[in-house]
């Protein structure tokens, strides 16, 4: 079977592309289909992000789409056009010649356009983040005509993708609800391919966050509920690791509510799940999750979850009361109380600990990737 993958970039760390690449390792790895990815707007010199297989072929288009910028609206928008137009062409050109079994793209990015090349190939589309903010910052901050124009887009492409996509793929329940007018609609969740060496003792007063610097982290929502954390539990600490366009806005929150000594913002690591190993509770604070990996991740490594119930990730895989807390989205204090809770009692804790290492066990690489196989399998036999 052949599949050809496309994707704007995978240069840049990010739970999706992490996710494809792993994904596309697997296939060509484990299942022998052969695998390509075309890339348009990464540049040839431009390094993956994660290790790709040398058995994944990578083409690159190098569509110049950041060259719009250079220019104010509405010219802007006459640019972005051209670039669409080229987008459209150079892709239908590189799948004429690969002749894949099965087209796959992503909801955030040229979905309407892979929908709709005219090729033999099963057509994908993998929504990696809710429906309902995907494309939904287009043209925020401008003129009202932009804005008009934005909507318009934004309401055409999903007409398209619902139309011409022989499936959609949502991480969630719920985000499916809101594909319901598509073809055909399947939930595969994502998965953790990471090596827990070691799982949390439990025993350090630490409280780990992990994400980008940017508003959907919804990091300066748990900067305000750790204000309350910290009058009852002095001795404990919270440690963020991320990095982004937020960071001195939230180093300012700190500083202003005087948590500096007990608040640390570290730079993103390769190592992330020694640091899991060295924490007692991870907190979620996003306004929006796709599925939340942080999430997924800690729990393999024995860590108990806080998390606000935000669309749609942290309800998918955490049990409420069971190996970890969703609370109402955006209530500090509740939130505030979960981790208070769950720093007094150690015994729970213990208990959310176990039980979050079996439920992690539901989404390993080998079970999710099978849902996968049957899919592409299913739809070239139709």
Known sequence: MRIVYVVNSLASKGGAERMIIEKMNFLTLNYGYEVYTICCYQNTNEPNAYPLSDKVTQI???????????????????????????????LASEVQKLN?????????????????????????????????????????????????????????????????ADVVVTLTEGDALSWRKAKCVKIIPNFSSM???????????RVIAVGRLEWVKGFDRLISAWEFVIKKHPDWRLDIFGEG?????????????KLQDSITIHPFTSDIHEEYAKSSILVCSSHFEGFSLVVLEAMRIGVPCVAFDCPYGPRTIIQNNKNGFYVPDDNYRVLADRINFLIKNT?????????????????????????WKELFESIVKE
């Open 195 to 205: 090596k827990a060496s070691r799982l949390s003792d439990l025993n350090a007063k």
């Open 245 to 257: 366009t937020l960071k001195d806005g939230l180093l300012k929150q700190i500083k202003e509510l």
């Open 60 to 90: 690159f288009l190098e569509i110049p789409f950041y060259s719009q910028y250079k220019y104010h609206y509405p010219y802007r928008l006459v640019v972005k056009r051209r670039l669409d137009k080229m987008l459209k062409n150079r």
């Open 347 to 371: 015994g729970r804790r213990r208990e959310f600990s176990e039980s979050a290492v079996l439920r992690a066990e539901q989404f390993n690489i080998d079970v999710v990737m099978e849902k």
């Open 100 to 164: 894949p079994d099965i087209l796959v793209g992503t909801s955030y990015f040229g979905a309407d356009v892979v929908s709709s090349v005219d090729c033999r190939a099963k057509k994908v589309i993998e929504a990696h983040e809710p429906r309902r903010f995907t494309l939904a910052d287009e043209g925020l901050g401008r003129s009202l005509p932009v804005k008009a124009y934005m909507l318009y887009y934004r309401k055409i492409y999903f007409q398209t993708v619902e139309e011409k």
